[in-house]
């Protein structure tokens, strides 16, 4: 169901209407927020290069930055360039989102299509879209269909962003061999490399700014290259050709996204992404569930068990069937198996092509595991390795789902682990070649399984995946994905991920969407006997700071029942969200968020910090005012910290209202989790 406010103008504006403030100077075409804070302006220089800018309050973030795309097999679309014709429009309306962080996203901007036109030559044409939002701003290529220009082979885009002050900025290094699974550097801007979005920043005056991209479809993936001073530019992913991308005209490409936040709160609360997608394409998606999830995982990263078979083989009836009934004592909804299916002996990093997506080993009873689940209201949740051999995945993909369909599979972890730029697909020629897992090739394919699967009601949950860019709109059955440095880090011992690690997610990875990210270890070490960087408290409080519709329990079911009464609150924490308010933070130091459970009137509080252990001071006016409740507190005892007590923590209660401040004490690498019961 959808509740919409819907206000749409729209207004053509021939080329003498464009702004042109003095005698022999360009047309500049403007478009501003709807509160009137941000304002693009887009001009061309008289050589014909075609910029735009973006100022706040009348104070320039983006300075001038050039527009345009470089073609392999024609001169690219730079120069000799006239702004021909501006179009508005305004738009504001409310949708509901099947799931997600809040129910009700409102998506009101004001957008601005500019047309360029070649002054000579073969005089191609092409739009710029702008759509301005309160929050930030998105801005995409659309190519018309023409005689000019039917097939574009993108050797790049020679989009730029042009940073108007020193910054500065936590970003992760782009096309290196582990694709995003890195720990955030953050360095001044003028010392930024090659990097990927989102691209996070921080003015020396406090302004926070994000670059990203939404609703990448058919496309390559955008990084960042700094050219010099504060000036990027877009780098697009290498393809399987020449052509880093091709497109045959009438196409769009992906939105180019820049976030403005007076804070980094502000960051991380946007719907900017989403409302640059397109609408949901699948109908009907009542089916896609929110869950919890138990998975046969951990003990292979603690390397306890295997993936594949032998005597220390993870997936085994027996110990599928030990989980599903813990599940279900314990109301989590779902259990993960990997090394299920033949393929995992050997060399399988380099051999995806010898993973059976239907055959189980001996030793796993997929059909009585399977019944067993159903008996017990537990759902499988189905796992495809592939090596990132994409070619070899798709060969089977189709029956691979179908089995899956027939034993009431809710959703699928699919996973591409293989290094940056091996994985392999399959050319129209039927021809494999290596490809970047952010490539087109790659974009293609994970719309191919995510239609496929949704025509049998089952969600996916990719990791080694292609960025988020917003596509649960679209497609809400691609309910959440890895693609970045999860909690396995931390069990294969140094270096694992910092304290602070978390805290920088959230205004980072997590910009783009949801993070299966795997929370809730209990045992605290790492396979060597080392220490993960956390408290007891915090894992409790990462089910809510780290956002997923599928949200996963990874420590063993002995560990969890060695402390039930800490258990208890990830019985209790909901996976679905009626609202969201990150109530204080500061990138890879602190962040403190509260969620309103979905369709209930409890709200739910989890803090984290880095290193420092420290206090925040959070207001409940988020709260029901007038209302009473019970504050459920799972938090650091006096002893506790990363280095130290682990395990230390208080469970306590206490009646609060919305009047009331909480002062959260914040041990190092800790955290606080809390229960609003509402009276």
Same mark, same amino acid.
């Given at each position: 169901?959808?509740?919409?406010?819907f206000?749409c103008?729209?207004?053509l504006?021939?080329?003498?209407?464009l702004?042109?403030?003095?005698t022999g100077?360009?047309?500049?075409a403007? %478009?501003?927020?709807?509160?009137?804070?941000?304002?693009?302006?887009?001009?061309?220089d008289?050589?014909?290069?075609?910029?735009?800018?973006?100022?706040?309050?009348g104070?320039?973030?983006?300075?001038?930055?050039?527009?345009?795309i470089?073609?392999?097999?024609a001169?690219?679309?730079?120069r000799n360039? *006239?702004?021909? $014709?501006?179009?508005?429009r305004?738009?504001?309306e409310?949708? #509901?989102?099947?799931?997600?962080?809040?129910?009700?996203?409102?998506d009101?901007?004001?957008?601005?299509?500019?047309?360029?036109?070649?002054?000579?030559?073969a005089r191609?044409r092409?739009?710029?879209?702008?759509r301005?939002?309160?929050?930030?701003i998105?801005?995409?290529y659309?190519?018309p269909?023409q005689?000019?220009?039917?097939?574009?082979n993108?050797?790049?885009?020679?989009?730029?962003f042009?940073l108007?002050?020193?910054?500065?900025?936590?970003w992760?290094p782009?096309?290196?061999?582990?694709?995003?699974?890195?720990?955030?550097?953050?360095?001044?801007?003028?010392?930024?490399?090659?990097?990927q979005?989102?691209?996070?920043?921080?003015?020396?005056?406090?302004l926070?700014?994000a670059?990203h991209?939404?609703?990448?479809?058919?496309?390559?993936?955008?990084?960042?290259?700094?050219?010099?001073?504060?000036?990027?530019?877009?780098?697009l992913?290498p393809?399987t050709?020449?052509?880093?991308?091709?497109?045959?005209a009438?196409?769009?490409?992906?939105?180019r996204?820049?976030?403005?936040?007076? *804070?980094?709160?502000?960051l991380?609360e946007?719907?900017?992404?989403?409302n640059?997608?397109?609408?949901?394409?699948?109908?009907d %998606?009542?089916?896609?569930?929110?869950?919890?999830y138990?998975?046969?995982w951990?003990e292979m990263?603690?390397?306890?068990k295997?993936?594949?078979?032998?005597?220390?083989?993870?997936?085994t009836?027996?110990?599928?069937?030990?989980?599903?009934?813990?599940a279900?004592?314990?109301?989590?909804?779902?259990?993960?198996?990997?090394?299920?299916?033949?393929?995992?002996?050997?060399?399988w990093?380099a051999n995806g092509?010898e993973f059976?997506?239907?055959?189980?080993?001996?030793?796993f009873d997929i059909e009585r595991?399977?019944?067993?689940a159903q008996?017990?209201?537990?759902r499988?949740?189905?796992?495809? !390795?592939t090596s990132?051999?994409a070619?070899?995945y798709?060969?089977?993909?189709?029956?691979?789902?179908?089995?899956?369909?027939?034993?009431?599979?809710?959703?699928?972890?699919?996973?591409?682990?293989?290094?940056g730029?091996?994985?392999?697909?399959?050319?129209?020629?039927?021809?494999?070649?290596l490809?970047?897992? $952010?490539?087109?090739?790659?974009?293609?394919?994970?719309?191919?399984?995510i239609?496929?699967?949704a025509?049998?009601?089952?969600?996916?949950n990719?990791?080694?995946?292609?960025?988020?860019?917003?596509l649960?709109?679209?497609?809400?059955?691609?309910v959440?994905? #890895?693609g970045?440095?999860? +909690?396995?880090?931390?069990?294969?011992?140094?270096?694992g991920?910092?304290p602070?690690?978390?805290a920088?997610?959230?205004?980072?990875?997590?910009?783009?969407?949801?993070?299966?990210?795997?929370?809730?270890?209990?045992?605290?070490?790492?396979r060597?006997?080392g220490?993960?960087?956390?408290?007891?408290?915090?894992?409790?409080?990462l089910?809510?700071?780290i956002?997923?519709?599928?949200? +996963?329990?990874?420590?063993?079911? !002995?560990?969890?029942?060695?402390?039930?009464?800490?258990?208890?609150?990830?019985?209790?924490?909901?996976?679905?969200?009626?609202?969201?308010?990150?109530?204080?933070?500061?990138?890879g $130091?602190?962040?403190?968020?509260?969620?309103?459970e979905?369709?209930?009137?409890?709200?739910?509080l989890?803090?984290?910090t880095?290193?420092?252990?420290? $206090?925040?001071e959070?207001a409940l006016?988020f709260l029901?005012p007038g209302?009473?409740?019970t504050?459920q507190?799972?938090?650091d005892?006096?002893?506790?910290g990363?280095?130290?007590?682990?395990?230390?923590i208080v469970?306590?209660?206490?009646t609060?209202?919305?009047?009331?401040t909480?002062?959260l004490?914040l041990a190092?690498?800790?955290?606080?989790?809390?229960?609003?019961v509402? *009276?």
């Open positions: 169901m959808t509740s919409r406010l206000l103008l729209a207004v504006l021939p080329l003498s209407a702004a042109q403030p003095a100077e360009r047309p500049v403007r %478009v501003s927020s709807p509160d009137g804070s941000l304002e693009v302006a887009v001009t061309t008289p050589e014909g290069r075609a910029s735009y800018s973006v100022s706040r309050s104070r320039a973030v983006i300075a001038p930055s050039r527009l345009g470089m073609l392999t097999d001169p690219k679309l730079e360039l *006239d702004l021909v $014709e501006q179009r508005t305004s738009h504001d409310t949708w #509901e989102q099947p799931w997600g962080e809040r129910r009700f996203v409102r009101r901007h004001n957008e601005l299509r500019v047309t360029f036109a070649e002054r000579a030559g191609r092409f739009d710029v879209l702008f301005a939002f309160d929050d930030g998105g801005f995409r659309d190519f269909a005689a000019e220009l039917r097939q574009l993108i050797a790049d885009e020679l989009t730029e042009v108007a002050d020193p910054a500065t900025a936590w992760i782009a096309q290196e061999w582990n694709r995003k699974e890195y720990v955030y550097q953050r360095t001044p801007l003028a010392e930024v490399g090659f990097a979005t989102p691209f996070t920043l921080r003015t020396d005056d406090g926070h700014l670059l991209e939404a609703a990448l479809i058919d496309y390559s993936a955008m990084n960042l290259m700094r050219v010099e001073g504060r000036r990027l530019r877009a780098m992913f393809g050709g020449t052509a880093k991308v091709q497109r045959a009438p196409f769009a490409t992906p939105w996204v820049l976030l403005v936040s007076d *804070d980094a709160a502000g991380a946007s719907d900017l992404v989403l640059l997608n397109a609408p949901n394409a699948l109908g %998606v009542s089916w896609v569930k929110p869950m919890k138990l998975g046969i951990w990263h603690l390397d306890t295997s993936w594949g078979s032998g005597p220390k083989h993870g997936a009836t027996a110990e599928a069937i030990r989980y599903i009934d813990f279900a004592e314990h109301g989590i909804g779902g259990l993960l198996v990997e090394g299920w299916n033949l393929g995992w002996d050997g060399d990093f092509e059976s997506f239907t055959e189980a080993y001996p030793d595991v399977a019944a067993h008996a017990k209201g537990v499988l949740i189905g796992h495809h !390795e990132g051999h070619a070899h798709e060969d089977q993909l189709e029956d691979a789902l179908d089995l899956y369909e027939r034993l009431g599979v809710a959703a699928i972890k699919t996973g591409y682990v293989a290094d730029g091996q994985a392999k697909v399959r050319d129209a020629d039927g021809a494999l070649r490809a970047w897992h $952010e490539g087109q090739a790659m974009s293609r394919h994970h719309v191919h399984v239609t496929e699967a025509k049998r009601r089952i969600s996916i990719p990791h080694e995946p292609i960025k988020d860019s917003g649960r709109r679209t497609y809400p059955n691609w959440t994905r #890895e970045a440095r999860g +909690m396995e880090y931390n069990a294969w011992g140094e270096p991920n910092p602070g690690h978390e920088t997610l959230v205004f980072t990875r997590m910009l783009d969407g949801p993070f299966d990210f795997t929370p809730g270890v209990f045992s605290m070490q790492t060597s006997g220490r993960i960087a956390t408290t007891l408290a915090k894992q409790l409080a089910y809510v700071v956002y997923s519709p599928l949200q +996963m329990a990874i420590d063993l079911p !002995e560990n969890y029942e060695a402390d039930l009464p800490a258990f208890r609150f990830i019985e209790d924490v909901p996976v679905d969200w009626e609202d969201s308010r990150v109530l204080a933070g500061e990138i $130091e602190y962040v403190a968020i509260a969620r309103r979905r369709g209930g009137d409890d709200w739910y989890g803090a984290v880095d290193d420092e252990p420290r $206090e925040v959070v006016s029901e209302r009473g409740y504050a507190v799972y938090r005892g006096p002893d506790a990363w280095r130290s007590e682990q395990s230390d469970i306590e209660q206490r609060v209202t919305a009047a009331d909480l002062s004490a190092s690498g800790g955290g606080q989790a809390i229960r609003f509402a *009276d």
